[in-house]
């Protein structure tokens, strides 16, 4: 894992800090209330670092995949979105049953999802004040496979990226490092799972992470 793929990984939640803490000022904000959210994100800055550093030397050697409750993963990693998603004014969702049992790892798989997430409120954050700025994550059962799917309201990822939206900077630029679809893609497969872009056009984006089922 290169420096910049960790910079770029924990600097997301200190971000959200960042925002609660500018917020503090702002007129009719609860300071109690932020204070609680900004030691809940720093709670969970310490466990990003913590997860960065295991996966930096799980990344030496093999991934170690297990059986994994997907509700929780999924859950946590929506709750770590959530207040870039308040900042860009999208409404974010989930639908994953508690049933869903996967083998993967679930520490890059968090990761991945986590990327996904980012990249498209990169891309709401460019929509039009009058169209929909909706993100949702959902999973469902195919046999023996499960699918994760991250998608958004649009407006579509732009052309020049489509032959190759994994590449490392191929993704839009305008807030991140370009390496977010590429950390996510690597990160899927380092996790058990195999990233794609189902669809992409003016009516949103479609990614599927491929996992393997678990009775």
Not at 15 to 24: I, K, R, V
């Amino acid at each position: 894992m290169s420096l910049a793929a960790v910079l770029h990984d924990i600097r997301n939640p200190l971000h959200n800090t960042t925002l609660l803490a500018e917020s503090l000022g702002a007129e009719g904000v609860d300071p109690a209330l932020v204070r609680d959210q900004m030691l809940e994100q720093l709670d969970r800055v310490h466990s990003r670092i913590s997860r960065v550093m295991a996966q930096m030397a799980e990344f030496a050697g093999e991934s170690r995949c297990r059986p994994v409750r997907l509700t929780q993963m999924v859950s946590e990693a929506v709750a770590l979105i959530e207040p870039q998603a308040r900042e860009f004014g999208v409404s974010l969702g989930m639908d994953c049953t508690d049933q869903l049992m996967v083998k993967a790892n679930p520490s890059f798989l968090a990761q991945a999802l986590e990327h996904l997430m980012l990249n498209c409120l990169e891309i709401l954050a460019g929509q039009p004040e009058d169209k929909p700025r909706r993100l949702w994550v959902s999973a469902k059962r195919e046999k023996s496979l499960v699918w994760l799917s991250v998608q958004d309201s649009g407006p579509g990822l732009p052309p020049e990226i489509l032959h190759s939206p994994f590449e490392p900077l191929a993704a839009p630029r305008s807030r991140g490092m370009g390496l977010g679809l590429a950390l996510a893609h690597a990160l899927a497969r380092a996790g058990g799972g195999e990233l794609t872009l189902h669809c992409t056009n003016e009516m949103g984006t479609h990614f599927r992470i491929r996992l393997e089922g678990m009775p």
